[in-house]
Structures are given as structure tokens and as C-alpha cells.
Nanobody, 126 residues
Framework: QVQLVESGGGLVQAGGSLRLSCAAS????????MGWFRQVPGKEREFVAAISWSGGSTYYADPVKGRSSISRDNTRNTVYLQMNSLKPEDTAVYYCAADSTFRSRPTDLARAYTYWGQGTQVTVSS
């Protein structure tokens, strides 16, 4: 079993930055692709970014491309999401997820991810 715990969310003004962290425990996830998703009430969970197990490949959803950076430190079993130039529409609960299935590239499909964290709230004020 894998436990994922997100942190780093909070209230920030538009144009500001946040760095989300996702700490994994219970099992080494260094061989898993990791992803970040977000969700607002009444909407489906939305893909934000993903990173391959090695960190060599990263993928971003169009709404955050150019403003966000996903990275990982496998020595710390931790994944990060740096978000810059935040907009009010970035307001959501952000979830970290781990994909235990080996794939040729990380996926943006939420249903493909095996483990999920409890989420951290990000609120961007205008």
C-alpha cells in the first residue's frame, strides 16, 4: 500500500506562486509515474501534470502549461508541483496520484492512477 500526503496549498493572490508537495510512504514509489489532478465542486477531476518515474518526462495540461513545473525527488519519495502566475480559475482541491502500472509514458487519465492523496486546497483570490 502507498499513502500519499499533499501539502503546500493555501490562499494566494492572483499572480502569486505556490509549491505543492506530495510525500509518499508505505512503499517506495520511485518506479511509479506520478500525477497531479485538481477538482472543483460539481466538476470532474482534471489532469494538471504528470512525471515519469525517472523524472525525465513531464506532461502538462494546457491551462497550466508554461506556468507550472512538476518535479520529483526519489531520494525523498516526494513529488512537487510549482505553480506560478496563479489565476482565480486555478482554485481547486489538488490531488497527488501514483500510477503503479508501467507505461511508455505517464497518462493524463485519472482512472489509471492507483493511489491518491487526500488533497490540498488551493484558493486564488482576484
Amino acid at each position: 500500500q502507498v499513502q500519499l500526503v499533499e501539502s503546500g496549498g493555501g490562499l494566494v493572490q492572483a499572480g502569486g506562486s505556490l509549491r505543492l508537495s506530495c510525500a509518499a510512504s508505505g512503499r517506495i514509489v520511485s518506479s511509479y509515474a506520478m500525477g497531479w489532478f485538481r477538482q472543483v465542486p460539481g466538476k470532474e477531476r482534471e489532469f494538471v501534470a504528470a512525471i515519469s518515474w525517472s523524472g525525465g518526462s513531464t506532461y502538462y495540461a494546457d491551462p497550466v502549461k508554461g506556468r507550472s513545473s512538476i518535479s520529483r525527488d526519489n531520494t525523498r519519495n516526494t513529488v512537487y508541483l510549482q505553480m506560478n502566475s496563479l489565476k482565480p480559475e486555478d482554485t481547486a482541491v489538488y490531488y497527488c496520484a501514483a500510477d503503479s502500472t508501467f507505461r511508455s509514458r505517464p497518462t493524463d487519465l485519472a482512472r489509471a492512477y492507483t493511489y491518491w492523496g487526500q488533497g490540498t486546497q488551493v484558493t486564488v483570490s482576484s
